[in-house]
């Protein structure tokens, strides 16, 4: 072990020595100790390191520094550890003194930590003692520690077979395994070794570091190859490396494709292609087969491959599509070296084409009865083979007959065989046009309609085994192209297929009235063109006769029209059909006979009543009016008479879910069959308080002056205010007819009228009319009864003043006196105004006589709606005055009564109270009492006549009333005077009365 030499460390410590009790002067003086150790030949300065069982010298030195003064020692001893140095110095004795000394140490075999030290004890003579305690003391750590040794792994390292032009690499760990530092460098090895990375050569690693080397091998040629790898320090450590150069597997494939394109393969069949891996290189070639994309697969062999050099093995690749369309893929040889493949191929579904001018016939093989064909048994596409006949299935015409029987059908097949078949047909004008089909075995026909769409005709559909037979379907078509599909299999047995457009019959009507006419329509597509359609009475159990015939007419443009009218007195009815020679062999086929309608001719059916209808109107607010719509129609030679016009209906909609329309026919003659005009009322859905109307001419006979329109009547719960014209068609002369609305009404009639041309007729009008709701009349008394209008009793017969109201307009107006129990007598009313024509009514001062008493005067009022509103008014009527029974109370001992209208009286004056004995019991004719406010009275000078002005007095039961006798009327010594009274009742009728009032002033004398 190598041991650096440390310079000398000195440490300086002052000791002071305690006695016992006082402080000794000795004790107090200052010493030094030093020590150094020389370790391996050199000083070392503390701590210091050394390894276990190795050995030192220490050396120490005292110094007195009190030495030759009176503060020395008395003694003073050397100790290192715990022992005594033979050193022993008294005062003045310097045995000890000041020079270096040592001792030799051996450190322990056991790493650790260690302490030694040497010091010095001192005592005094002098009077105390310093002790023998340690004075002073230097000490050395001292650590015995292990030496550094090195480790490498791994020790050796063989890499086994690298491919040629291939890297392998190793990690070598170098580890200080001991204590210290490992110091030391690395020898790394030769080609076709080397090192990679972190390259430094030396290292320096104190106890349990670690660094690595990364030595790679890269062989170049083939063969074994070896090398070594030394590290120095720690004893050193040498690494031995070997490996072996090989030479690498090559990937082969064959074909040698990088991409590939199945092409068009049948949807439901498939394709494939044969991939063979070889290995070209060395070693072995290792990987897998892996397929991906929708239709592609790996069949048969599919597992990986391990491959020596120059071994091989094949896998085949499927493409199955399920679905027509472009598909992608790829397969993949996973192997290093290895191949990605991209794949691709397209869905084929063997389609026909349209337009095509003939049948173009895609083929199958079938299995059993009703098969689906399947791109996966397509055959081919071609006519096929030809009939027993030499008819080929491919012809330009839209009808063929091809009859195999038992022969070869088509590619060799005559049985479990079929094909679908398409072609264009076009069509000549918008209309129902019929197809006959036969087969044995399976057929289905299909025709597209207006959106270009094929649709399966269900009347032309056999898809089942079965002898030949033959299935006839009718089909609307539009102008135009249409494609035509038509299906067929055999399945065993004899082979035949036909198609041919066939004859269709339709009829304008299938009920009308002898003496009007019906149109006959045949229609045919192809073949039929130019021919001359025969329209025959059908007989089940007859042939086609010509005989039979009602009319005829020749195939233009797909079809041909004809009328036809029967005279009849009675009611018939007679099957016909359209027939057609197709295929000019003069014989019926099937194909040549149309169906067979059934027509019903009856009697004249007008009649000179209108036809109405009824819609109910939703009214703004609530509530519903009910509208009657009457069909009309007028003659206008005849003034415009309704009498002189017959309907009949042709045609309604009020089944439907919006009745809404009726179409009639009219005749200027009540007698008459004839429809010398149609026409149509209808109206829309009714909307909230407004119904539309429109009449439309349809059909028109020249000569004839025939108005068309309607009548509307609205029920008593509403009344028609208003009439907006939405639309008019009309020639260019005549004009549209409004209706004229002043006021509310509940009645319109509106009438289109005729004009000379034709052209000039109004063909349509259309009105909207607004409907509210009508409400009774009201009636109100305005005015009161009589000539007193603040009194409850008349004198004299009531004046009526009442006001009668309707928000749409009055009609009559009625009274009447007294009902009894208050329920009137419908047919005692008497009436105040009739066929009013307003919207008010005010009786203005009209009177009526009624007897005394009290009496209620109902009145009543409806309007044009047929609404009905009554109301009463009570009146009292009195002619007759009051009549009083008045008497004068008497003052006493002042006079006395002479009659009940003679009174004497001595002179002076006097209260006199006259009694009011107003008799108010009915049938005697006063009906009221005195009304309190209207008493007068007044005196009269009977001898002179003069009189005083009448003077109002309050009417009570009993009037106090003061009168001054004798003081006016004076007439030789007497005095005569008339008191007259005045009163009336509430009713104003007066009643006067009068009573004399005497005064006697000569006393009695004595004869």
């Known amino acids: 072990m190598t041991k650096s030499y440390l310079s000398i460390f000195f440490l300086a410590f002052t000791l002071f020595i305690l006695g016992a009790g006082a402080v000794n002067a000795y004790c107090a003086n200052s010493s030094v100790v030093y020590i150094d150790v020389v370790h391996?030949?050199?000083?070392?300065?503390?701590?210091?390191?050394?390894?276990?069982?190795?050995?030192?010298?220490?050396?120490?030195?005292?110094?007195?520094?009190?030495?030759?003064?009176?503060?020395?020692?008395?003694?003073?001893?050397?100790?290192?550890?715990?022992?005594?140095?033979?050193?022993?110095?008294?005062?003045?004795?310097?045995?000890?003194?000041?020079?270096?000394?040592?001792?030799?140490?051996?450190?322990?075999?056991?790493?650790?930590?260690?302490?030694?030290?040497?010091?010095?004890?001192?005592?005094?003579?002098?009077?105390?003692?310093?002790?023998?305690?340690?004075?002073?003391?230097?000490?050395?750590?001292?650590?015995?520690?292990?030496?550094?040794?090195?480790?490498?792994?791994?020790?050796?390292?063989?890499?086994?077979?690298?491919?040629?032009?291939?890297?392998?690499?190793?990690?070598?760990?170098?580890?200080?395994?001991?204590?210290?530092?490992?110091?030391?460098?690395?020898?790394?090895?030769?080609?076709?070794?080397?090192?990679?990375?972190?390259?430094?050569?030396?290292?320096?690693?104190?106890?349990?570091?670690?660094?690595?080397?990364?030595?790679?091998?890269?062989?170049?040629?083939?063969?074994?190859?070896?090398?070594?790898?030394?590290?120095?320090?720690?004893?050193?450590?040498?690494?031995?490396?070997?490996?072996?150069?090989?030479?690498?597997?090559?990937?082969?494939?064959?074909?040698?494709?990088?991409?590939?394109?199945?092409?068009?393969?049948?949807?439901?069949?498939?394709?494939?292609?044969?991939?063979?891996?070889?290995?070209?290189?060395?070693?072995?070639?290792?990987?897998?087969?892996?397929?991906?994309?929708?239709?592609?697969?790996?069949?048969?062999?599919?597992?990986?491959?391990?491959?020596?050099?120059?071994?091989?093995?094949?896998?085949?690749?499927?493409?199955?599509?399920?679905?027509?369309?472009?598909?992608?893929?790829?397969?993949?040889?996973?192997?290093?070296?290895?191949?990605?493949?991209?794949?691709?191929?397209?869905?084929?579904?063997?389609?026909?084409?349209?337009?095509?001018?003939?049948?173009?016939?895609?083929?199958?093989?079938?299995?059993?009865?009703?098969?689906?064909?399947?791109?996966?048994?397509?055959?081919?596409?071609?006519?096929?083979?030809?009939?027993m006949n030499g008819n080929s299935p491919n012809v330009a015409s839209e009808a063929f007959t091809t009859d195999w029987q038992g022969n070869s059908v088509a590619f060799g097949w005559s049985n479990t065989v079929g094909f679908t078949s398409g072609r264009t047909i076009n069509v000549p004008a918008d209309n129902l046009y019929r197809f006959t089909v036969g087969a044995d075995d399976g057929i289905r026909l299909y025709v597209s309609d207006a959106d270009n769409?094929?649709?399966?005709?269900?009347?032309?559909?056999?898809?089942?085994?079965?002898?030949?037979?033959?299935?006839?379907?009718?089909?609307?078509?539009?102008?135009?192209?249409?494609?035509?599909?038509?299906?067929?299999?055999?399945?065993?047995?004899?082979?035949?297929?036909?198609?041919?457009?066939?004859?269709?019959?339709?009829?304008?009507?299938?009920?009308?009235?002898?003496?009007?006419?019906?149109?006959?329509?045949?229609?045919?597509?192809?073949?039929?063109?130019?021919?001359?359609?025969?329209?025959?009475?059908?007989?089940?159990?007859?042939?086609?006769?010509?005989?039979?015939?009602?009319?005829?007419?020749?195939?233009?443009?797909?079809?041909?029209?004809?009328?036809?009218?029967?005279?009849?007195?009675?009611?018939?009815?007679?099957?016909?059909?359209?027939?057609?020679?197709?295929?000019?062999?003069?014989?019926?086929?099937?194909?040549?006979?149309?169906?067979?309608?059934?027509?019903?001719?009856t009697v004249c059916q007008k009649t000179p009543a209108r036809r109405s209808d009824s819609i109910t109107v939703p009214l703004v607010g609530g509530g519903t009016c009910a509208v009657t719509i009457e069909h009309l129609g007028r003659d206008d030679s005849d003034s415009g008479a309704e009498n002189n016009v017959s309907y009949e209906t042709l045609e309604s909609d009020l089944n439907g879910a919006f009745p809404d329309s009726r179409k009639l026919g009219m005749d200027d003659n009540p007698g008459g069959c004839q429809n010398n005009l149609q026409f149509t009322n209808e109206w829309t859905p009714p909307e909230s308080g407004a119904l539309s109307v429109k009449s439309t001419k349809n059909d028109y006979n020249a000569g004839h002056d025939l108005e068309y329109g309607y009548k509307l009547t609205a029920s008593n719960s509403c009344t028609i205010i208003s009439a907006v014209r939405e639309t008019c068609d009309r020639g260019p002369s005549s004009t549209c007819q409004d209706p004229t609305i002043t006021s509310p009404t509940k009645i319109i009639e509106l009438a289109q009228p005729w004009w000379p041309s034709i052209s000039d007729i109004v063909t349509s009008a259309q009105h909207r009319y607004t409907i509210v709701p009508d409400t009774a009349p009201t009636i109100t008394e305005v005015g009161d009864f009589g000539t007193l209008p603040d009194q409850e009793w008349h004198n004299s017969n009531p004046v009526v003043n009442v006001n009668f109201q309707d928000d749409f307009g009055l009609n009559n107006g009625f009274y009447q006196i007294d009902c009894p129990l208050g329920i009137c007598d419908p047919d005692t009313w008497l009436p105040l105004f009739t066929n009013h024509s307003g919207t008010s009514y005010n009786t203005a001062g009209f009177s009526f006589s009624i007897p005394e008493g009290v009496h209620r005067i109902y009145f009543k009022s409806d309007d044009d709606a047929g609404h009905d509103y009554s109301f009463y008014s009570e009146v009292k009527k009195d002619t007759l005055p009051p009549i009083p029974t008045p008497t004068i109370a008497m003052p006493p001992a002042s006079g006395y009564r002479a009659s009940d209208n003679e009174y004497w009286f001595k002179a002076g004056n006097y209260n006199i109270t006259i009694v009011d004995n107003d008799d108010t019991t009915p049938g005697v004719g006063n009906y009221s009492d005195l009304d309190t406010s209207s008493c007068f009275y007044r005196i009269w000078d009977l001898g002179t006549g003069d009189a005083t002005s009448l003077t109002s007095r309050s009417c009570t039961s009993f009037i106090p009333l003061r009168v001054g006798i004798g003081l006016d009327c004076v007439t030789e010594n007497l005095e005569r005077c008339q008191l007259e009274l005045w009163s009336r009742d509430r009713a104003r009728n007066w009643r006067i009365f009068t009573r004399n009032l005497n005064v006697d002033r000569t006393a009695p004398s004595a004869q």
């Not at 503390?46 to 050396?59: E, L, N």
């Not at 018939?572 to 309608?597: G, Q």
């Open 40 to 387: 391996d030949g050199s000083f070392s300065t503390c701590p210091i390191t050394v390894d276990p069982g190795d050995s030192a010298v220490i050396w120490y030195k005292y110094i007195d520094a009190g030495e030759g003064s009176s503060y020395k020692y008395d003694s003073r001893t050397l100790f290192k550890d715990d022992s005594q140095i033979s050193c022993t110095t008294t005062q003045g004795v310097d045995d000890c003194g000041e020079k270096w000394s040592n001792f030799s140490v051996t450190f322990p075999s056991t790493p650790g930590s260690y302490v030694y030290k040497v010091g010095a004890y001192a005592s005094s003579s002098s009077g105390g003692s310093c002790g023998s305690t340690e004075g002073l003391t230097q000490s050395c750590a001292v650590t015995v520690s292990p030496p550094p040794a090195i480790s490498v792994s791994p020790t050796s390292k063989n890499y086994g077979n690298v491919d040629i032009g291939s890297t392998s690499d190793q990690v070598f760990t170098v580890t200080n395994s001991g204590g210290g530092t490992l110091s030391g460098t690395v020898t790394f090895p030769s080609v076709p070794f080397s090192c990679s990375g972190d390259c430094t050569a030396s290292y320096s690693l104190g106890a349990g570091s670690s660094r690595t080397y990364t030595i790679r091998f890269s062989p170049t040629v083939a063969g074994a190859a070896s090398g070594t790898m030394s590290f120095t320090g720690g004893g050193g450590a040498t690494v031995s490396l070997s490996g072996t150069g090989t030479v690498p597997p090559a990937f082969s494939l064959s074909p040698n494709d990088f991409s590939f394109d199945y092409g068009n393969v049948n949807v439901g069949g498939n394709d494939t292609r044969v991939y063979t891996v070889t290995n070209s290189g060395g070693g072995n070639l290792i990987g897998g087969v892996s397929v991906s994309g929708a239709g592609f697969s790996c069949t048969g062999v599919c597992d990986g491959y391990n491959l020596s050099a120059g071994s091989s093995k094949s896998y085949t690749i499927r493409f199955a599509p399920d679905s027509a369309g472009a598909k992608s893929g790829s397969v993949q040889f996973t192997s290093a070296p290895g191949r990605t493949v991209s794949l691709s191929g397209t869905g084929f579904v063997p389609t026909l084409t349209f337009p095509s001018g003939s049948w173009h016939r895609i083929w199958y093989s079938t299995s059993g009865a009703s098969p689906a064909f399947s791109s996966a048994n397509f055959l081919g596409e071609g006519a096929g083979s030809n009939d």
């Open 453 to 601: 769409v094929l649709q399966l005709q269900d009347g032309c559909t056999n898809w089942a085994d079965h002898g030949y037979a033959t299935q006839t379907c009718d089909v609307f078509l539009s102008a135009g192209n249409h494609k035509v599909q038509l299906d067929y299999y055999e399945n065993g047995g004899t082979a035949k297929v036909s198609f041919t457009p066939a004859m269709y019959f339709q009829t304008s009507t299938t009920e009308l009235r002898q003496g009007d006419p019906v149109t006959l329509t045949a229609s045919c597509l192809g073949s039929c063109e130019g021919r001359v359609v025969s329209f025959q009475i059908y007989s089940a159990t007859q042939p086609p006769n010509p005989a039979f015939a009602v009319a005829s007419c020749t195939i233009s443009g797909g079809t041909c029209s004809i009328q036809y009218t029967r005279n009849g007195s009675s009611d018939e009815t007679l099957s016909l059909w359209a027939l057609v020679d197709i295929n000019s062999n003069s014989t019926w086929n099937p194909e040549d006979k149309s169906n067979v309608i059934a027509i019903t001719w």
